[in-house]
């Protein structure tokens, strides 16, 4: 029976990883991601039970039970009452509060479905006049290019393995070598200015590499706010995000 007990225990304990991991979005457990507020909340009830099974606990709980039994049977149901239903309620809000989104009550658009949309992003941007190709990368689900009209820039479109609840848009802003060297003698107070501007645009992700390039990325989250205006929307503003980013060193480069 112990042997049981110790086994069950170990499995619980992978399980709790399992969860945390995906929680947390570093493990590739799709299919819980689903049922992950009520996978928590069975961990925690299951976890109190083992808890409260321990015999040391046990004989401390009976310790306290028979004091309040003496004083009083009703203050004990009241109190137990409490604690049990102020444990439940915690423990839904916990796990709400590490899965906000998992078991959300609006049914994700057919057209957004993990295995339907790459080919609904690649409509929208054929629909609107973008040149793409795709590009095989392992970090993501699926890659797209798309060059902008009239621009020489590319925009990377993408789905993230390790964030597969958005769309990653992201561009490397290459400089030339003669505006290399004019990076090159810019002073630190200049160098400062250019980070803040760039922080300024609120860029979920970027790398500032001067004076070689700058990474830029923005992720818009997969839900039935994604439309197509929508997507659009994001790839102009990251057109208009990346001309700022280039009028500003060349502002600061000319003065």
């Not at 069950?8 to 399992?18: D, P, Q, R, T």
């Not at 991991?21 to 819980?32: D, L, Q, S, V």
């Not at 709980?61 to 049977?73: D, R, T, V, Y």
Request: aromatic fraction near 10%.
């Amino acid at each position: 029976m112990e042997t049981i007990i110790i086994t069950f225990k170990c499995l619980f304990a992978v399980v709790g990883g399992i969860l945390i991991n995906k929680t947390t979005e570093t493990a590739e457990f799709k299919w819980i991601k689903q049922h992950l507020r009520v996978s928590w909340l069975l961990y925690f009830i299951i976890l109190s039970i083992l808890i409260v099974s321990d015999q040391n606990i046990w004989r401390e709980f009976m310790k306290i039970h028979k004091q309040f039994s003496s004083q009083s049977p009703i203050l004990q149901f009241i109190i137990i009452f409490i604690i049990g239903g102020s444990l439940l309620y915690g423990l839904w809000l916990l796990a709400g509060f590490f899965s906000p989104t998992a078991t959300s009550i609006v049914q994700l658009d057919e057209s957004l479905m993990p295995n339907k949309i790459q080919n609904t992003l690649e409509g929208w941007l054929s629909h609107s006049g973008y040149i793409f190709t795709q590009k095989i990368d392992p970090e993501y689900d699926f890659y797209l290019i798309i060059t902008v009209p009239s621009k020489e820039k590319n925009i990377g479109i993408g789905r993230l393995k390790t964030h597969p609840q958005n769309i990653s848009m992201e561009s490397r802003i290459a400089i030339c070598e003669e505006t290399q060297k004019k990076i090159n003698k810019l002073s630190l107070t200049q160098l400062r200015d250019i980070r803040i501007e760039i922080d300024r645009l609120r860029f979920d992700y970027y790398v500032i590499n001067l004076p070689k390039d700058i990474l830029l990325v923005k992720r818009t989250p997969i839900s039935n706010s994604l439309t197509e205006d929508a997507f659009i929307k994001a790839i102009t503003e990251m057109e208009l995000d990346i001309d700022l980013i280039m009028n500003m060193l060349l502002k600061n480069i000319n003065q």
